[in-house]
């Protein structure tokens, strides 16, 4: 089942070159253990096991996507938690690879892709897609594959940067084709993909003065905020 699904997703691909899609490039989280991962990171995968756990009328044997699940710790949470498979997609070979050394379980797969790519269609019980849509150019037709691999009643837990609060245009980062604004992201699900809103949060992970990013904050501060603006909006969508 699982070289079938392999197949259908048609894993293995080359990263583009003029992206850097290396383990250091700086984007992704590289500590070897849960405790070494930063907290804001951490409570989004922490929130999401925790809603699945009541959510969910068997969550030990939900089937759950993780993407893109760079080094794999935030499939590693949530299946510890649940119990459940996840299937993981990555745009880089060495995250994958560290995501196996690391954060390896039996009931954890990891793949190397770059979108483009296709998923079977209502496959997921849920899908975690954590600081990923920014980093794709075409981010409707990611988000189209994505919600259509969610099964109907299935979960979408998003978090996406918040323009209004860190904007782009004051951050520059190379790795972000875009930051989002709350009322745009949400009718964008809503509208023309056919998610329903559960519920929001906003975090804060860092100090601005007048839009530009100056400094972290404490991790005790890095901790989500249901339905308040925040420099990052997370949220969970029910496939209708």
């Given at each position: 089942m699982i070289k079938r699904f392999l197949r259908m997703i048609g894993c293995g691909g080359s990263p583009r070159k003029e992206r850097d899609f290396t383990l250091h490039s700086g984007e992704r989280q590289t500590g070897e253990t849960l405790g070494s991962i930063r907290r804001d990171h951490l409570a989004r995968y922490e929130w999401a096991a925790g809603f699945l756990a009541g959510g969910l009328a068997h969550p030990e044997s939900a089937f759950g996507l993780d993407i893109f699940s760079a080094t794999g710790?935030?499939?590693f949470l949530i299946s510890r938690n649940l119990g459940c498979c996840m299937f993981g997609v990555e745009g880089s070979s060495e995250a994958v690879a560290f995501a196996n050394e690391h954060f390896r379980d039996?009931?954890?797969f990891y793949s190397h892709k770059m979108f483009p790519f296709s998923l079977p269609v209502s496959?997921?019980?849920?899908v975690t897609c954590f600081e990923s849509l920014e980093h794709v150019d075409a981010d409707e037709a990611f988000l189209r594959v994505v919600t259509d691999s969610i099964k109907p009643g299935g979960y979408l837990?998003?978090?996406v940067p918040n323009d209004a609060m860190q904007p782009l245009a004051k951050n520059p980062n190379e790795f972000h084709f875009r930051h989002y604004h709350h009322d745009d992201v949400v009718a964008m699900l809503e509208a023309k993909f056919e998610m329903e809103?559960?519920?929001?949060?906003?975090q804060n992970m860092y100090q601005f003065n007048d839009g530009y990013r100056v400094g972290g904050l404490e991790e005790s501060e890095m901790v989500l905020h249901e339905k308040t603006l925040g420099q990052v909006l997370v949220y969970l969508f029910r496939k209708a």
């Open positions: 710790y935030g499939m039996d009931r954890l496959t997921f019980d849920f837990f998003l978090s809103l559960v519920t929001w949060f906003g």
